[in-house]
């Protein structure tokens, strides 16, 4: 019998030499949900960021749609953080019907999310002007 994921098809995620445990679905499971975890916590410390520090997002945000909802609310960031938080349920929303319909396209792009999450957690912490503010905060 074949190694069937939760979705019915064939596992496809690389072994990276360990011979068929990658392709397990319980392994599928808990790599896709520690994927989303990851997803869900950058997202939430990215919107806290911008509450915790107000005055500096004028200056330090990049992205020109996060700056049109900033501009909506600029003192409470009520659109903002409403936009973030709905960005952030569609696209963890849509990871998850893509685990169920298409589990092999869901673990590529749902780990290529993830990494890019990573990516911005250390930009955010080591390279934009943000930093000085988290160590502060956590010394």
Known sequence: MK?????GHPGYLPTFGLHGFARTPGFQLVFF????????????????????????????EQNPIC????????????????GKLIGLTLVISGLVVLFRFWNR??????S????????????????????HLWRVYID
């Not at 396209?105 to 749902?110: C, F, G, K, P, Y």
């Not at 990494?115 to 390279?127: D, H, I, M, S």
Request: charged share 10%.
């Open 3 to 7: 190694n069937l994921n939760l979705s």
């Open 67 to 82: 700056l049109l909802l900033i501009e909506q609310d600029p003192y409470h960031f009520t659109v903002f953080t409403h």
């Open 105 to 110: 396209i869901a673990m590529l792009v749902t």
């Open 33 to 60: 949900v520690a994927c989303c975890l990851l997803i869900t916590i950058v997202g939430v410390v990215d919107i806290w960021l911008v509450l915790k520090y107000p005055d500096s997002i004028f200056e330090l």
């Open 112 to 131: 290529s999310v993830a990494l890019f999450q990573l990516w911005l957690l250390g930009y955010l912490y080591l390279f934009s002007d943000f930093s």
